[in-house]
């Protein structure tokens, strides 16, 4: 029993390493030339452009429901005018881009596991080689980077839309104008607020590229092992990023204590 436990943990560690060295590679290529702009741009389209719907969504619905369980809480101490101040600080430090990150990895990461995925188990990455393309910069640093550029301004849509969201509940049920509303929202936000929470989105970015990336490039078992590609990139790319939320939010307490 031990043992088999054992040999699990040791290849979690394995699979843990291959992904963080998988990252590095991708992270240390994409400041070397040539620089594949073109494709970058692509893919900034296809993962933030084609993502706005869905995080313009979420981030309205997650906006009107905070509002709406704000104001259940606050009403009890007579605090309904914090409550646009207390839904902006909780958006833009912590649900936005986690939410963000969640939801991106369930759309993209998918979506990058199983066409990398595929075009291995089809022999295209071999063929891109062949032809003397870098096919490790052209289609996994590519996707990277894009996913690193992407998320930050997915995750300002969010905020954006949440408090969006916040307002129209406020409005329909106390009928506060737009300009109270978004002056007392932004009223205790400062700058710092701003700066952890991007640096944290980028970082879930590069872990929802570099995971799904990984993934795609070492499929096997033909089509199955696609589907198995698609499912495992979502699962894990969400797993890392909670964990990671952890670690990240004692980091940001450590280095600006005035926000704990």
């Given at each position: 029993m031990l043992e088999?436990?054992?040999a699990a943990l040791i290849a979690v560690l394995a699979w843990i390493g291959d992904v963080s060295l998988f990252g590095?590679?991708?992270?240390?290529d994409a400041v070397r030339r040539p620089y594949?702009?073109?494709e970058i741009a692509r893919h900034v389209f296809e993962i933030g452009w084609?993502?706005?719907p869905l995080i313009a969504t979420s981030g309205l619905a997650i906006g009107v429901v905070l509002s709406m369980h704000t104001r259940a809480s606050l009403e009890r101490f007579g605090a309904e005018a914090m409550i646009p101040a207390g839904l902006a600080i909780a958006l833009i430090r912590e649900t936005g881009p986690l939410v963000t990150a969640l939801l991106v990895a369930g759309r993209v990461g998918a979506g990058i596991g199983a066409?990398?995925?595929?075009?291995?188990?089809?022999?295209q990455i071999d063929a891109l080689e062949a032809v003397a393309v870098d096919s490790f910069?052209?289609?996994?640093?590519?996707?990277?980077?894009a996913c690193i550029l992407a998320m930050p301004l997915l995750t300002t849509i969010t905020n954006f839309c949440g408090i969006?969201?916040?307002?129209?509940?406020?409005?329909t049920i106390s009928g506060m104008t737009w300009k109270l509303y978004f002056n007392r929202a932004f009223s205790l936000i400062e700058f710092q607020d701003f700066v952890p929470a991007t640096i944290k989105t980028a970082v879930?970015?590069?872990?929802?590229?570099t995971v799904a990336s990984y993934l795609g490039f070492t499929t096997t078992q033909g089509t199955e092992g696609v589907g198995r590609t698609s499912t495992r990139s979502v699962v894990l790319s969400s797993i890392l990023i909670i964990v990671t939320n952890v670690v990240l939010v004692k980091l940001i307490f450590f280095i600006y204590p005035e926000r704990a």
């Open positions: 088999r436990v054992g590095v590679r991708a992270l240390r594949e702009f073109s084609r993502s706005v066409e990398l995925g595929a075009m291995k188990v089809t022999e910069k052209y289609l996994a640093v590519t996707r990277i980077v969006l969201g916040g307002w129209i509940a406020e409005f879930f970015g590069l872990i929802i590229g």
